[in-house]
Protein backbone atom coordinates (compact mmCIF):
# COMPACT_ATOMS: atom_id res chain seq x y z
CA UNK A 1 0.00 0.00 0.00
CA UNK A 2 1.34 3.64 -0.88
CA UNK A 3 0.91 5.82 2.21
CA UNK A 4 1.17 9.34 2.25
CA UNK A 5 3.97 11.33 4.28
CA UNK A 6 1.51 11.69 7.34
CA UNK A 7 0.93 7.86 7.12
CA UNK A 8 4.08 6.86 6.73
CA UNK A 9 5.02 8.53 10.10
CA UNK A 10 3.05 6.30 11.84
CA UNK A 11 3.19 3.04 9.73
CA UNK A 12 6.27 1.34 9.09
CA UNK A 13 7.64 -1.71 7.63
CA UNK A 14 10.70 -1.99 9.12
CA UNK A 15 10.98 -4.66 11.82
CA UNK A 16 14.26 -4.93 14.33
CA UNK A 17 15.92 -7.70 13.65
CA UNK A 18 15.09 -10.52 16.10
CA UNK A 19 17.13 -11.97 18.92
CA UNK A 20 18.86 -8.90 20.46
CA UNK A 21 19.56 -10.45 24.08
CA UNK A 22 20.79 -8.11 27.29
CA UNK A 23 20.77 -8.08 31.20
CA UNK A 24 18.40 -5.35 31.81
CA UNK A 25 14.71 -6.02 31.28
CA UNK A 26 13.08 -4.08 28.14
CA UNK A 27 11.49 -1.09 29.35
CA UNK A 28 7.79 -1.86 27.46
CA UNK A 29 5.50 1.48 26.93
CA UNK A 30 1.89 0.84 26.12
CA UNK A 31 -1.57 1.90 27.04
CA UNK A 32 -3.36 -0.22 23.84
CA UNK A 33 -1.69 -3.59 23.69
CA UNK A 34 -2.12 -5.09 20.07
CA UNK A 35 -4.04 -8.14 19.63
CA UNK A 36 -3.08 -10.31 16.49
CA UNK A 37 -6.54 -10.62 15.32
CA UNK A 38 -10.26 -10.36 16.64
CA UNK A 39 -10.18 -13.96 17.92
CA UNK A 40 -6.80 -13.33 20.28
CA UNK A 41 -8.80 -10.39 21.26
CA UNK A 42 -11.24 -12.04 22.31
CA UNK A 43 -9.61 -15.02 24.08
CA UNK A 44 -7.51 -12.48 26.15
CA UNK A 45 -8.53 -12.26 30.04
CA UNK A 46 -6.83 -9.83 32.13
CA UNK A 47 -6.60 -12.07 35.34
CA UNK A 48 -4.26 -14.73 33.67
CA UNK A 49 -1.01 -13.36 33.72
CA UNK A 50 -0.11 -15.45 30.48
CA UNK A 51 -1.18 -12.88 27.56
CA UNK A 52 -1.56 -9.18 27.38
CA UNK A 53 -4.65 -7.34 27.28
CA UNK A 54 -3.82 -3.44 27.99
CA UNK A 55 -0.91 -1.70 29.56
CA UNK A 56 -2.95 -1.14 33.30
CA UNK A 57 -2.86 -5.17 33.52
CA UNK A 58 0.82 -5.98 32.77
CA UNK A 59 3.52 -5.78 30.31
CA UNK A 60 6.76 -8.09 29.85
CA UNK A 61 8.52 -5.28 32.27
CA UNK A 62 6.00 -5.29 35.25
CA UNK A 63 4.97 -9.35 35.18
CA UNK A 64 8.80 -10.03 35.42
CA UNK A 65 8.98 -7.75 38.55
CA UNK A 66 6.26 -9.46 39.74
CA UNK A 67 8.08 -12.57 39.44
CA UNK A 68 10.93 -11.40 40.61
CA UNK A 69 9.46 -9.50 43.85
CA UNK A 70 7.32 -12.77 44.58
CA UNK A 71 10.64 -15.32 44.21
CA UNK A 72 12.08 -12.83 47.15
CA UNK A 73 9.08 -13.53 49.61
CA UNK A 74 8.55 -17.38 48.64
CA UNK A 75 5.40 -16.04 47.19
CA UNK A 76 3.37 -17.11 44.46
CA UNK A 77 1.78 -14.00 43.52
CA UNK A 78 2.43 -10.40 43.29
CA UNK A 79 0.77 -7.11 42.23
CA UNK A 80 2.09 -3.87 41.87
CA UNK A 81 1.03 -0.45 43.38
CA UNK A 82 1.94 2.87 42.59
CA UNK A 83 3.28 3.62 46.25
CA UNK A 84 3.52 1.21 49.47
CA UNK A 85 0.53 3.39 50.82
CA UNK A 86 -1.40 2.52 47.51
CA UNK A 87 -0.45 -1.71 47.93
CA UNK A 88 -1.97 -1.06 51.37
CA UNK A 89 -5.23 0.38 50.52
CA UNK A 90 -5.70 -2.06 47.72
CA UNK A 91 -5.59 -4.54 50.75
CA UNK A 92 -8.17 -2.96 52.37
CA UNK A 93 -10.73 -2.48 49.79
CA UNK A 94 -9.97 -6.47 48.47
CA UNK A 95 -10.50 -7.93 51.53
CA UNK A 96 -13.10 -5.69 53.67
CA UNK A 97 -16.57 -4.71 53.29
CA UNK A 98 -19.04 -2.73 55.21
CA UNK A 99 -19.98 -4.60 58.60
CA UNK A 100 -16.39 -5.83 58.71
CA UNK A 101 -14.13 -4.91 61.62
CA UNK A 102 -10.19 -4.64 60.96
CA UNK A 103 -7.32 -4.77 63.74
CA UNK A 104 -4.65 -2.90 63.43
CA UNK A 105 -1.33 -2.34 65.68
CA UNK A 106 -1.11 0.66 67.68
CA UNK A 107 2.41 1.56 66.46
CA UNK A 108 1.48 1.17 62.28
CA UNK A 109 2.97 3.00 59.76
CA UNK A 110 1.05 6.37 60.63
CA UNK A 111 -1.11 6.80 56.84
CA UNK A 112 -2.54 3.57 57.42
CA UNK A 113 -3.91 4.47 60.56
CA UNK A 114 -5.13 7.00 58.78
CA UNK A 115 -6.70 4.82 56.18
CA UNK A 116 -8.11 3.00 59.00
CA UNK A 117 -10.15 6.60 60.05
CA UNK A 118 -11.68 6.65 56.83
CA UNK A 119 -12.17 2.80 56.67
CA UNK A 120 -15.12 4.22 58.88
CA UNK A 121 -16.94 6.14 56.49
CA UNK A 122 -17.60 2.64 54.41
CA UNK A 123 -18.55 0.88 57.29
CA UNK A 124 -15.39 -0.81 58.44
CA UNK A 125 -14.73 -1.02 62.25
CA UNK A 126 -10.98 -0.39 62.87
CA UNK A 127 -9.41 -1.05 66.33
CA UNK A 128 -6.12 -0.86 67.60
CA UNK A 129 -4.00 -3.27 69.44
CA UNK A 130 -0.80 -3.41 71.51
CA UNK A 131 1.97 -4.11 69.29
CA UNK A 132 3.41 -6.89 71.79
CA UNK A 133 -0.11 -8.64 72.34
CA UNK A 134 1.02 -11.95 70.93
CA UNK A 135 -1.49 -14.62 71.35
CA UNK A 136 -3.37 -12.00 73.63
CA UNK A 137 -5.23 -10.89 70.14
CA UNK A 138 -7.49 -13.55 70.53
CA UNK A 139 -8.85 -11.58 73.13
CA UNK A 140 -9.92 -8.76 70.85
CA UNK A 141 -11.14 -10.89 67.68
CA UNK A 142 -14.98 -10.74 66.98
CA UNK A 143 -16.95 -12.32 64.75
CA UNK A 144 -16.74 -9.84 62.19
CA UNK A 145 -12.95 -9.29 62.44
CA UNK A 146 -11.45 -10.52 58.28
CA UNK A 147 -8.47 -9.03 58.71
CA UNK A 148 -5.45 -8.64 60.65
CA UNK A 149 -2.63 -6.00 60.19
CA UNK A 150 1.08 -6.33 61.17
CA UNK A 151 3.73 -4.80 60.88
CA UNK A 152 7.34 -5.90 61.68
CA UNK A 153 8.90 -3.75 63.70
CA UNK A 154 6.46 -0.85 63.71
CA UNK A 155 8.63 1.48 61.65
CA UNK A 156 9.04 4.34 64.27
CA UNK A 157 9.11 2.89 67.20
CA UNK A 158 10.35 -0.59 66.46
CA UNK A 159 8.28 -3.08 68.69
CA UNK A 160 8.53 -6.58 67.03
CA UNK A 161 5.63 -7.99 67.02
CA UNK A 162 5.29 -12.10 68.01
CA UNK A 163 3.88 -12.89 64.28
CA UNK A 164 3.86 -16.57 64.85
CA UNK A 165 1.27 -15.97 67.95
CA UNK A 166 -0.47 -13.47 66.01
CA UNK A 167 -0.84 -15.54 63.01
CA UNK A 168 -2.17 -18.30 64.75
CA UNK A 169 -4.63 -16.67 66.87
CA UNK A 170 -6.32 -14.79 63.70
CA UNK A 171 -6.37 -17.73 61.99
CA UNK A 172 -8.11 -19.88 64.85
CA UNK A 173 -10.86 -17.41 64.10
CA UNK A 174 -10.76 -16.82 60.76
CA UNK A 175 -9.15 -13.97 59.66
CA UNK A 176 -6.55 -13.17 57.71
CA UNK A 177 -3.15 -11.55 58.37
CA UNK A 178 -1.82 -8.75 56.18
CA UNK A 179 1.82 -7.46 56.78
CA UNK A 180 3.45 -4.40 56.28
CA UNK A 181 6.84 -6.30 55.44
CA UNK A 182 8.93 -3.16 54.40
CA UNK A 183 11.78 -2.72 57.32
CA UNK A 184 12.71 -6.44 56.16
CA UNK A 185 12.48 -6.12 52.64
CA UNK A 186 11.55 -9.88 52.47
CA UNK A 187 14.92 -10.74 53.03
CA UNK A 188 15.19 -10.77 56.26
CA UNK A 189 11.89 -11.75 57.41
CA UNK A 190 10.52 -14.83 55.88
CA UNK A 191 6.69 -13.64 56.79
CA UNK A 192 5.32 -16.70 55.06
CA UNK A 193 6.85 -19.02 57.13
CA UNK A 194 5.58 -16.94 59.96
CA UNK A 195 2.07 -17.55 58.81
CA UNK A 196 1.00 -14.42 57.22
CA UNK A 197 -0.95 -14.59 54.01
CA UNK A 198 -0.19 -10.87 52.81
CA UNK A 199 3.04 -10.00 51.99
CA UNK A 200 3.02 -5.81 51.48
CA UNK A 201 6.58 -3.89 50.63
CA UNK A 202 6.72 -0.12 49.99
CA UNK A 203 9.32 -0.89 46.89
CA UNK A 204 9.94 2.44 47.15
CA UNK A 205 12.41 1.76 49.88
CA UNK A 206 15.52 -0.75 50.00
CA UNK A 207 14.37 -2.71 46.51
CA UNK A 208 14.35 0.53 44.67
CA UNK A 209 17.61 2.00 46.47
CA UNK A 210 17.95 5.21 45.03
CA UNK A 211 15.27 7.65 46.67
CA UNK A 212 13.79 8.27 43.03
CA UNK A 213 10.94 6.03 43.20
CA UNK A 214 7.50 5.30 44.48
CA UNK A 215 5.99 1.48 44.39
CA UNK A 216 4.83 -0.76 46.42
CA UNK A 217 3.92 -4.68 46.13
CA UNK A 218 1.65 -7.58 47.38
CA UNK A 219 2.77 -10.95 47.62
CA UNK A 220 0.90 -13.74 48.39
CA UNK A 221 0.81 -17.40 48.26
CA UNK A 222 -3.06 -18.32 47.57
CA UNK A 223 -5.14 -18.00 44.63
CA UNK A 224 -8.42 -17.12 46.10
CA UNK A 225 -6.73 -13.93 48.11
CA UNK A 226 -4.57 -13.28 44.61
CA UNK A 227 -7.84 -13.13 43.01
CA UNK A 228 -9.67 -10.93 45.50
CA UNK A 229 -6.39 -8.66 45.77
CA UNK A 230 -6.29 -8.66 41.65
CA UNK A 231 -10.19 -7.34 41.54
CA UNK A 232 -9.12 -4.68 43.91
CA UNK A 233 -5.89 -3.82 41.72
CA UNK A 234 -8.53 -3.68 38.38
CA UNK A 235 -11.38 -1.77 39.65
CA UNK A 236 -9.04 0.74 41.40
CA UNK A 237 -6.65 0.89 38.30
CA UNK A 238 -3.46 0.53 40.29
CA UNK A 239 -1.28 0.61 37.29
CA UNK A 240 2.33 1.80 37.37
CA UNK A 241 5.26 3.69 35.39
CA UNK A 242 7.05 1.25 32.85
CA UNK A 243 10.28 3.87 33.82
CA UNK A 244 9.68 3.12 37.84
CA UNK A 245 9.50 -0.48 37.26
CA UNK A 246 12.42 -0.52 35.53
CA UNK A 247 14.03 1.69 37.98
CA UNK A 248 13.09 -1.07 40.94
CA UNK A 249 14.20 -4.09 38.76
CA UNK A 250 17.54 -2.27 38.18
CA UNK A 251 18.15 -2.10 42.18
CA UNK A 252 17.41 -5.81 42.93
CA UNK A 253 20.47 -7.65 42.14
CA UNK A 254 22.36 -4.99 44.52
CA UNK A 255 19.34 -5.05 46.94
CA UNK A 256 20.56 -7.60 49.27
CA UNK A 257 24.57 -6.38 49.26
CA UNK A 258 22.78 -3.12 50.53
CA UNK A 259 20.76 -4.39 52.97
CA UNK A 260 23.74 -5.95 54.37
CA UNK A 261 25.62 -2.91 54.37
CA UNK A 262 22.82 -0.66 55.77
CA UNK A 263 22.43 -3.14 58.73
CA UNK A 264 26.37 -3.49 59.74
CA UNK A 265 26.36 0.30 59.62
CA UNK A 266 23.32 0.77 61.77
CA UNK A 267 23.96 -1.68 64.25
CA UNK A 268 27.48 0.32 64.76
CA UNK A 269 26.08 3.42 64.67
CA UNK A 270 23.22 2.14 66.94
CA UNK A 271 25.51 0.65 69.74
CA UNK A 272 27.57 3.56 70.00
CA UNK A 273 24.40 5.89 70.64
CA UNK A 274 23.79 3.23 73.53
CA UNK A 275 27.22 4.18 75.61
CA UNK A 276 25.65 8.18 75.63
CA UNK A 277 24.50 9.56 78.44
CA UNK A 278 22.32 12.12 76.04
CA UNK A 279 20.12 8.81 74.74
CA UNK A 280 18.09 6.67 77.35
CA UNK A 281 16.61 3.65 74.97
CA UNK A 282 18.09 3.17 71.28
CA UNK A 283 14.99 0.91 69.98
CA UNK A 284 16.51 -1.33 67.55
CA UNK A 285 15.23 -4.56 66.89
CA UNK A 286 18.60 -6.38 67.42
CA UNK A 287 19.41 -4.76 71.03
CA UNK A 288 18.35 -6.07 74.07
CA UNK A 289 16.25 -3.41 75.27
CA UNK A 290 14.05 -2.85 72.13
CA UNK A 291 10.60 -4.38 73.14
CA UNK A 292 10.09 -7.76 71.24
CA UNK A 293 13.64 -7.76 70.81
CA UNK A 294 13.10 -11.84 71.70
CA UNK A 295 10.83 -11.89 68.51
CA UNK A 296 13.54 -10.56 66.03
CA UNK A 297 15.75 -12.76 67.86
CA UNK A 298 13.55 -15.84 66.78
CA UNK A 299 12.58 -14.72 63.75
CA UNK A 300 14.91 -12.57 62.06
CA UNK A 301 18.00 -12.87 59.98
CA UNK A 302 19.03 -9.01 59.93
CA UNK A 303 17.88 -5.35 60.80
CA UNK A 304 18.83 -3.05 57.69
CA UNK A 305 19.40 0.82 58.35
CA UNK A 306 16.38 2.33 60.58
CA UNK A 307 16.49 2.66 64.28
CA UNK A 308 14.70 5.22 66.49
CA UNK A 309 16.30 6.31 69.93
CA UNK A 310 14.54 8.37 72.85
CA UNK A 311 16.61 11.04 73.75
CA UNK A 312 16.66 11.66 77.43
CA UNK A 313 13.82 13.67 79.20
CA UNK A 314 15.68 16.14 80.19
CA UNK A 315 16.46 17.58 76.91
CA UNK A 316 13.14 19.87 75.68
CA UNK A 317 11.80 19.49 71.78
CA UNK A 318 14.13 22.52 71.09
CA UNK A 319 17.32 21.18 72.37
CA UNK A 320 16.84 17.64 70.03
CA UNK A 321 15.63 19.65 67.05
CA UNK A 322 18.15 21.94 67.01
CA UNK A 323 20.42 18.39 67.05
CA UNK A 324 18.71 17.36 64.07
CA UNK A 325 19.04 20.81 62.34
CA UNK A 326 22.98 20.29 63.09
CA UNK A 327 23.31 17.03 61.90
CA UNK A 328 25.32 17.40 58.35
CA UNK A 329 25.64 14.44 56.96
CA UNK A 330 21.77 13.15 57.43
CA UNK A 331 19.32 14.88 55.44
CA UNK A 332 15.77 15.90 57.17
CA UNK A 333 13.36 13.98 55.52
CA UNK A 334 11.22 10.95 55.21
CA UNK A 335 11.45 7.22 53.74
CA UNK A 336 14.46 5.60 54.13
CA UNK A 337 16.61 2.67 52.14
CA UNK A 338 18.54 4.81 49.96
CA UNK A 339 22.28 5.47 49.97
CA UNK A 340 21.82 8.59 51.89
CA UNK A 341 21.30 8.83 55.69
CA UNK A 342 18.60 10.51 57.55
CA UNK A 343 16.82 11.70 60.76
CA UNK A 344 13.13 12.15 61.63
CA UNK A 345 12.20 13.91 64.89
CA UNK A 346 8.30 12.41 65.57
CA UNK A 347 5.60 13.47 67.80
CA UNK A 348 5.43 9.62 69.38
CA UNK A 349 2.90 10.98 71.78
CA UNK A 350 0.58 12.10 70.30
CA UNK A 351 0.44 9.42 67.79
CA UNK A 352 -0.06 6.53 70.23
CA UNK A 353 -2.37 5.78 72.81
CA UNK A 354 -0.37 4.37 75.51
CA UNK A 355 3.17 5.52 75.03
CA UNK A 356 4.75 4.73 78.39
CA UNK A 357 8.28 6.87 77.51
CA UNK A 358 9.16 10.68 77.65
CA UNK A 359 11.86 11.77 75.58
CA UNK A 360 11.61 13.26 71.88
CA UNK A 361 11.91 10.59 69.63
CA UNK A 362 14.44 10.60 66.79
CA UNK A 363 14.58 7.89 63.96
CA UNK A 364 17.89 7.26 61.98
CA UNK A 365 17.90 5.76 58.46
CA UNK A 366 21.55 4.79 58.40
CA UNK A 367 22.27 5.04 54.90
CA UNK A 368 25.40 3.76 52.84
CA UNK A 369 28.38 6.09 54.32
CA UNK A 370 30.89 4.82 56.43
CA UNK A 371 29.48 4.57 59.53
CA UNK A 372 32.81 6.26 61.70
CA UNK A 373 31.84 9.07 59.68
CA UNK A 374 28.32 9.13 60.56
CA UNK A 375 29.12 8.79 63.99
CA UNK A 376 31.45 11.42 63.99
CA UNK A 377 27.98 13.37 62.57
CA UNK A 378 25.92 12.57 65.87
CA UNK A 379 28.81 13.34 68.13
CA UNK A 380 29.14 17.02 66.74
CA UNK A 381 25.34 17.47 66.75
CA UNK A 382 25.07 16.24 70.25
CA UNK A 383 27.87 18.49 71.54
CA UNK A 384 25.65 21.30 70.63
CA UNK A 385 22.40 20.21 72.56
C1 LIG B 1 7.33 3.97 53.28
C2 LIG B 1 6.44 3.01 53.93
C3 LIG B 1 5.19 2.71 53.40
C4 LIG B 1 4.60 3.44 52.22
O1 LIG B 1 5.37 3.45 51.09
P1 LIG B 1 5.23 4.65 50.04
O2 LIG B 1 5.76 4.07 48.79
O3 LIG B 1 6.06 5.79 50.58
O4 LIG B 1 3.77 4.99 49.95
C5 LIG B 1 4.44 1.76 54.04
N1 LIG B 1 4.88 1.14 55.14
C6 LIG B 1 6.08 1.39 55.67
C7 LIG B 1 6.51 0.66 56.88
C8 LIG B 1 6.90 2.34 55.09
O5 LIG B 1 8.06 2.63 55.64
Known amino acids: MT ?18 DAFPTAIHHASTVLFKNVAA ?7 EKNAYTYGLHGTPTTFTLEARLAGIEGGLYC ?3 PSGLAAIAMIDFALLKSGDDVLLPDNVYNPNRELGRWLADFGVTARYYDPLA ?6 LMQPNTKLVWTEAPGSVSMEVPDLRAICAAAHAKGALVALDNTWSAGLALRAFDMGVDISMQALTKYQSGGSDVLMGAVITRDRAIQDRIAMAHMRLGLGVGADDAYLVLRGLPTMKLRFEAHDRGARKVAAWLKSRPEISKVLHPALEDCPGHENWKRDFTGAGG ?3 VLFDPRYTEEQTDRFVDELKLFGI ?3 WGGANSLAVPYRIQ ?4 NWQHGGVLVRFNIGLEEPDDLIADIAQALAKL
Open 134 to 139: GAGIAE
Open 79 to 81: LLA
Open 306 to 308: LFS
Open 333 to 335: GYS
Open 41 to 47: LRSGEWK
Open 3 to 20: KSLQTSLIHTDYEAPSGF
Open 350 to 353: AMRR
